[in-house]
């Protein structure tokens, strides 16, 4: 190994698709040959300059890339702390950094000649980026969405159908997120010659959480280099809401040997990270077990049954996290925090009111976490925070939430 590879924490996953105790490929061996095929075509792809250039095509001219770094002054001044910085990732293309990663997932299905791509999805948003790059392909898509979701979520439930997909209510175990991702499993089994299974974060079998990181890596990419041209140094602290961790760990990969940098992922709190597990907190309240085809943190009971979990933020729902943030907990290399969705809420209030932006209640997890750190800390603390998406979908959440009537605005 080159020297200055030594020590580094970019150098993850090894051979197995192994971070540390994480990650691997535990799936039927009906689908092992499918997940070779896959990594083979990915190691392929990614050396391959044109590769990326048709991906930084589309990040420009499809999905609005680069995001800007925004500073907030406001909300600085407002905090009485530190300086924040947000990423302003919500400004892409349906809304969310989803996008970056299913840009590059379908450009590679379209290389291995795929014309079939599945994707599972919970609270709708993967699933809404995934029929949108669909259409803009030509693609035939079928999104699997737990009932209970389907009925949750009918916006995105119409979102997706207008695009043009076609969404398959799993009725299977609860009819969530989990039972989703079984059925796409075995979709992709059964229909292997035309059929691409685009996982929505950096979970699943090897190679797919190395490969949802690195096109998520674009966010950390353009925020180190905005933030040099910005302030002509690195950021001392970077947050990031955690579902699964695809947006978290697109920030954080690039900065990892940079070890000056803090590094905090939020998870949501729910009610409180307590024992009637009503979060979804996996690191923070969860333990290690195997899921979706690797091994990593879950939510789950004493007999080992994968729990739901619970978050005002529907985006938060995934009952794991990528297995490259259980290691980078293990060994210390980044921290991880659970906040409440009060608190969430309330940093979302703040931020309409402080930026005049609108944000999804999965940032605000990150958001209320830099409230509670950022005004114990000088002004030359430079926080950059992962602004993941915009709040349009979530106002009725929030009123609820917040007891306003918005049938009696009048
Ligand atoms: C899906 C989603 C998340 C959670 O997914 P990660 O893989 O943890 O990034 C967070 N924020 C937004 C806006 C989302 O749409």
């Not at 035939?140 to 969405?145: L, Q």
């Not at 180190?224 to 947006?247: C, F, H, W, Y």
């Not at 114990?376 to 998406?389: A, D, R, S, V, Y």
Request: hydrophobic residues 40%; charged residues 20%.
């Amino acid at each position: 190994m080159p020297d200055d590879l030594i020590n580094s924490f970019m150098t993850g996953p090894d051979e197995r698709g192994r971070f540390g105790k994480f990650g691997g490929r535990f799936v039927s061996e009906t689908l092992m040959p499918l997940i070779l095929e896959l990594e083979r075509q990915y190691e392929h792809a990614k050396t391959d300059q044109s590769f990326w250039d048709e991906m930084h095509d589309l990040w420009t001219h499809y999905v609005g890339r680069p995001s800007p770094l925004y500073r907030c002054d406001r909300l600085t001044a407002h905090l009485g702390g530190a300086t924040v910085y947000m990423k302003r990732d919500e400004l892409n293309h349906t809304g969310a950094h989803k996008i970056n990663n299913v840009l590059g997932q379908i450009i590679l299905a379209r290389r291995m000649g795929k014309t079939r791509i599945i994707a599972e999805t919970g609270a709708g948003q993967h699933g809404v980026a995934t029929a949108t790059v669909c259409a803009k392909f030509g693609l035939s898509c079928v999104v699997y969405m737990g009932a209970h979701d389907v009925e949750r979520q009918a916006p995105n439930v119409f979102r997706m159908r207008l695009l043009g997909a076609e969404v398959v209510p799993v009725t299977s175990g609860r009819g969530t997120l989990k039972d989703a991702m079984n059925d796409a499993l075995r979709d992709w089994v059964t229909n292997v010659r035309d059929t691409f299974y685009c996982i929505g974060t950096v979970a699943g079998p090897h190679p797919y959480p190395a490969m949802v990181r690195d096109f998520q890596a674009i966010i950390g990419q353009e925020a180190k280099a905005q933030m040099q041209e910005a302030e002509g140094r690195l950021p001392d602290t970077i947050v990031a809401a955690i579902g699964g961790g695809s947006n978290a760990m697109g920030l954080f990969y690039p900065f990892l040997d940079d070890t000056d940098v803090r590094i905090i992922g939020v998870e949501a709190g729910g009610k409180g990270v307590t024992e009637e597990m009503a979060h979804c907190a996996s690191l923070t309240g969860g333990r290690p077990g195997v899921l979706h085809g690797n091994r990593t943190y879950l939510l789950q009971d004493d007999d080992g049954q994968i729990l739901e979990g619970y978050s005002i933020s529907a985006g938060l729902d995934y009952p794991g996290i990528g297995p490259e943030h259980a290691w980078l907990h293990d060994i210390g290399r980044a921290e991880y925090v659970a906040v409440t969705d009060a608190e969430a809420l309330e940093a979302f209030q703040l931020c309409c009111a402080t930026e005049g932006i609108i944000p999804a209640l999965e940032p605000c997890h990150a958001l209320a976490h830099v409230m509670k750190i950022a005004p114990e800390l000088p002004k030359e603390h430079i926080i950059c925070m992962n602004m993941c998406g915009r709040g349009d979908k979530d106002i009725f959440t929030v009123a609820k939430a917040l007891n306003v009537d918005m049938g009696a605005m009048a």
